[in-house]
């Protein structure tokens, strides 16, 4: 096995650490099935994807940082497809920053019963009832009697940065 490399401790006193060995182990003994973390939901590919990200996620939950990476890089192809095409999750469009968050998380609290990806779409799905969907606007649109455009409109506050329209 690689030399791992020690980050710092943890709270719950689990050592965090970088091993591309552990990773890679994984990696390379489903690499021709990666795809599925990328393709649309059917029995196969659900139960492939879910032998790869639990073995990500258990090696994650040892402290391996790389490992963490891995699996939110590839739980990540999945939901956005889970985004566009799934009524359930759709709320999420808009809210990536929150989705990682959210990813973390389930990194963090999965304790191997039944399918990660399972657990993780019950999560965002019932998290996601209390958001509200974000409306874009573009910045071109006119606005009122036309004469101005939504950008016309937007300012800076100066002590707080937030950006007002």
């Not at 469009?93 to 990660?116: A, D, M, N, T």
């Not at 009832?129 to 036309?146: F, N, Q, V």
């Not at 800076?156 to 940065?161: C, F, G, K, S």
Request: glycine share 6%; proline share 2%.
């Amino acid at each position: 096995m690689g030399q791992r490399q020690w980050i710092t401790s943890r709270r719950n006193g689990t050592k965090l650490y970088r091993s591309k060995t552990e990773v890679k182990i994984i990696l390379r003994k489903y690499e021709e099935k990666l795809y599925t973390f990328l393709t649309p939901d059917d029995k196969d590919n659900n139960s492939i994807r879910d032998i790869i990200s639990i073995a990500l996620v258990r090696i994650a939950q040892k402290g391996n940082v790389t490992a963490k990476q891995e699996i939110i890089k590839l739980v990540g192809f999945t939901v956005d497809e889970w985004i566009e095409h799934c009524p359930k999750i759709a709320r999420w469009k808009g809210y990536e920053y929150l989705i990682q968050k959210r990813i973390e998380g389930c990194v963090r609290c999965y304790r191997y019963s039944g399918s990660f990806m399972g657990y993780l779409f019950k999560t965002l799905e019932y998290a996601g009832k209390g958001l509200r969907p974000i409306t874009e606007y573009s910045l071109d649109e006119h606005l009122y009697s036309g004469q101005k455009k939504r950008i016309d409109e937007i300012a800076q506050n100066p002590e707080t940065e937030e950006i007002l329209i």
